[in-house]
């Protein structure tokens, strides 16, 4: 007599990734992964239930191809070493026609090559603690991924995504929306059928998914469960970049003038911050003709010591260290009126305070689309807000305060609540494997 497989869920995101196998006896169990040094002794804990999106290109050696690392050895090896190519976000760009090939140390890499590479390090990973996790899974998708504006940007992100969960050898594989998966995980505490409004917040996008779950018979159909699903590509890494845009790139020039031919005052060209809001696009500016630039208007910049400092971040690859003090002062703005945003390294030396009015009008437009998609979700249910029994919020950017004032207004706070934070996803997509 055959032994009953386990079901297994696989979370690709943005920002952190999960696996998660549901046991022929109903027991969900998520994979653990060591921290990166970084974080570690934070907590007591040896190990993490999440494994950080990132890859790591160490700098080449001759005659070898380039080695990379992935999750929380990746992060160690970039610190360590400080010379290689540091990627993230690579969900992103998973609709994105225009990303074909990258070039890493001479070696191109189409986007499924980079992510089959980071998918197949989270497995070997997972089945360290998990064992052999087989052929077949759930994988977990946005309900609109990032950047997609058409079927068609949706239909190459699904493409990318299938080809990269087959060569880390997943070829027998479904998808299931995100924020359903969360609702697997809310519904395994239910004793009694509710409408719940799903909200998943990611690094890359916010998805909602209006259903009806619960433990009757009925419920159990997904497909007629879901009532309507919308989404948004706006969340965390948006956010983060409103604060490198109002704070940190003024302090790096941007806004500022320089001397042209004839002494004519210009001011400083904007594009070159565009890429500092996003820390994985920072390596952008490093090819010798963009330093070049910068290197002049440094010495013709009416304040010079700010361009010399944007110099030293790109030179020096600093954006990760960068944009991890500033979620620092996101994370600390969940629960304070203000916060410290700190970032030293040699001449770049900024020490101010963000205070969370501020935060919160520079996000306005963002959490006004976010309510936009959510309006949406109802809408094409064809329900009023008062017709939904629960409101399950989930993903880091749901601690934000004003994201979550937007659900405890339209809902009632009493209606509201949160679930893990960064696993009920990957939870859920196993318990969705095992139906």
């Known amino acids: 007599m055959s032994t009953p497989a386990r079901a ?140 997609a504006e058409d079927a068609e940007a949706e239909a190459l992100a699904v493409e990318r995504l299938s080809g990269a969960m087959a060569a880390a050898g997943f070829d027998d594989l479904d998808f299931e929306f995100e924020p359903v998966a969360a609702a697997f ?14 909200g998943d917040f990611g690094g890359g996008t916010s998805d909602f998914c209006l259903l009806r779950v619960g433990p009757s018979a009925a419920s159990r159909r997904r497909r007629d469960a879901v009532l309507s699903t919308g989404g948004v590509g706006i969340a965390g890494d948006v956010f983060d970049a409103r604060i490198v845009r109002h704070v940190v790139a003024p302090a790096l020039g941007d806004g500022s003038h320089y001397r042209a031919l004839g002494q004519q005052t210009m001011p400083i060209p904007s594009w070159p911050y565009e890429n500092v809001e996003a820390w994985h696009r920072l390596p952008f500016l490093k090819d010798r003709k963009t330093m070049q630039l910068l290197v002049q208007l440094a010495a013709d910049a009416l304040e010079p010591e700010k361009l010399r400092a944007l110099v030293h971040l790109v030179r020096h690859d600093l954006g990760f260290q960068l944009h991890r003090a500033v979620q620092a002062t996101k994370v600390a703005l969940s629960s304070a009126a203000e916060a410290p945003l700190v970032f030293r390294d040699g001449p770049i030396d900024l020490r101010t305070t963000v205070r969370r009015a501020d935060f919160e009008a520079w996000i306005a437009d963002d959490v006004a689309r976010i309510a936009g998609a959510v309006d949406e979700t109802l809408a094409a249910a064809g329900l009023p807000a008062e017709a939904v029994d629960r409101v399950f919020l989930t993903g880091g950017t749901s601690f934000v305060p004003c994201v979550r004032r937007l659900f405890d207004q339209r809902f009632g706070p009493e209606r509201v609540v949160a679930g893990a934070a960064f696993t009920s996803v990957g939870a859920g997509l196993a318990r969705r494997a095992a139906e």
Request: charged share 25%; with cysteine.
């Open 8 to 147: 297994v869920g696989i979370d690709f995101g943005t920002t952190n990734s999960t696996v998660a196998v549901c046991e022929p006896d109903g027991r969900v169990r998520l994979a653990r992964f060591p921290l990166p040094q970084i974080v570690a002794g934070i907590d007591d804990a040896a190990a993490a239930e999440t494994f950080r999106s990132v890859l790591y290109f160490r700098a080449p050696e001759p005659r070898r191809p380039p080695q990379a690392e992935a999750g929380p050895g990746a992060i160690d090896a970039f610190l360590d070493e400080g010379e290689g190519r540091l990627m993230k976000s690579l969900k992103t760009f998973l609709s994105s026609s225009s990303f074909q090939v990258t070039q890493v140390h001479n070696r191109q890499y189409s986007l499924t090559d980079l992510v089959g590479y980071f998918l197949r390090a989270l497995r070997a990973e997972a089945e360290k603690t998990l064992g052999p996790l087989g052929r077949r899974a759930v994988a977990g998708r946005p309900v609109r991924f990032a950047g």
């Open 185 to 198: 995980t809310y519904e395994a505490s239910l004793t009694r059928d509710e409408n719940v409004l799903i």
